[in-house]
Nanobody, 124 residues
Framework: VQLQASGGGLVQPGSSLRLSCTASGGAVSRYSMAWFRQAPGQEREFVAAIFRGTTSYYKDSEKGRYTISKDNAKNTVYLQMNSLKPEDTAVYYC???????????????????WGQGTLVTVSS
């Protein structure tokens, strides 16, 4: 499966942004899908995931601000981000796994497919 992330940009603190991850060559309904982010000089970290097409999980600190969802008809996964803060600034990557187990949900090495990343900059 190939993943194409989009929707990043420069926004002001407090704004909202929706990222999209469109898949080709495979159906998102058949994968566990996730979003990770990587800030400058930092490790890539887990943000949110839909496990086996059903249950959503989030980085604890982003619960309530971020929402992951998917549209099977459009073969797209979304990440809605609200009340954005400067510390949300990062490159956001979507990822997919066909064999994810729950205990590995937050581990980047558990995902075999990655999009190219989309930059989100939160600044006034």
């Amino acid at each position: 499966v190939q993943l194409q992330a989009s929707g990043g940009g420069l926004v002001q603190p407090g704004s909202s942004l929706r990222l999209s991850c469109t898949a080709s060559g495979g159906a998102v309904s058949r994968y566990s899908m996730a979003w990770f982010r990587q800030a400058p000089g930092q490790e890539r970290e887990f943000v949110a995931a839909i496990f086996r097409g059903t249950t959503s999980y989030y980085k604890d600190s982003e619960k309530g601000r971020y929402t992951i969802s998917k549209d099977n008809a459009k073969n797209t996964v979304y990440l809605q981000m609200n009340s954005l803060k400067p510390e949300d600034t990062a490159v956001y990557y979507c990822a997919a796994s066909s064999r994810l187990i729950l205990s590995s949900l937050r581990l980047k090495d558990a995902y075999g497919y990655w999009g190219q990343g989309t930059l989100v900059t939160v600044s006034s």
